[in-house]
């Protein structure tokens, strides 16, 4: 994977003609690898460089969503679900959680301090899903209310990308190896595993080794 050169040697990736939108993922079952400051900082970056960003924030944790519009409790996220009721991924995926079987939306990503670079926020209430998404990964006659859950996750992501005519789409993921983030890796065009040099990441990158080709 490389970024793709500004033209005529001006940084501004935005003019880039034909683009095609890329979802790169961020992931390691391994915790504490620096994998939320690592999506936030390239994405920073490539924003810097004129690429339109989208992050995100597919943590239920919710550390990326804290981290790239600078808050510091439980209330602002909260208060931010309120003034901004659809820039969330749990808000976007509700109508088909819920069973709704219309056309999925683009979410509205909430502006950082970057014009460039914006973020589709997490919520804690994405982790109740994950019984829905098990079940419709594994079992052949799911309920047809959830079977389209799964492919809406990737849809959801990459219409609001589009929605914003972004360059490169950074997802934070959570670290597990369970159906939600089965489902965010099969949708993405790469993923970066961020390690630190020990043995317990050594172990982690062997294990991920065996476990994501499944």
């Known amino acids: 994977m490389s970024v793709r050169p500004s033209l005529a040697g001006q940084q501004d990736g935005s003019k880039y003609q034909g683009k095609v939108m890329k979802i790169i993922s961020f992931f390691n079952h391994k915790g504490g690898v620096s994998k939320t400051t690592s999506t936030f900082h390239v994405g920073w970056k490539l924003a810097e460089l004129g690429y339109k960003v989208l992050l995100v924030d597919a943590d239920p944790q919710c550390n990326l969503t804290a981290l790239a519009l600078g808050y510091t409790d439980d209330t602002d996220i909260e208060e931010h679900y309120l003034q901004f009721p659809?820039?969330?991924i749990y808000a976007g995926l509700k109508p088909v959680i819920d069973g709704d079987l219309r056309r999925l939306e683009p979410s509205n990503p909430a502006s950082t301090a970057h014009d460039?670079?914006?973020?589709?926020?997490?919520?804690?209430?994405?982790?109740e899903a994950e019984t829905q998404l098990s079940v419709a990964l594994t079992t052949r006659n799911?309920?047809?209310?959830i079977r389209n859950l799964p492919g809406s996750i990737g849809e959801l992501i990459r219409l609001t990308g589009n929605s914003?005519?972004?360059d490169y789409?950074?997802?934070?993921?959570s670290p597990s190896v369970g159906a939600l983030n089965q489902c965010i890796l099969m949708a993405s065009d790469h993923f970066i595993v961020p390690t630190a040099p020990d043995f317990f990441c050594v172990q982690a990158v062997r294990s991920l080794a065996k476990t994501i080709p499944r």
């Open 86 to 88: 659809n820039s969330d």
């Open 142 to 145: 799911s309920i047809p209310a």
């Open 169 to 173: 789409v950074l997802v934070d993921m």
């Open 116 to 127: 460039n670079l914006s973020i589709l926020c997490g919520n804690i209430a994405l982790s």
């Open 164 to 166: 914003i005519d972004a």
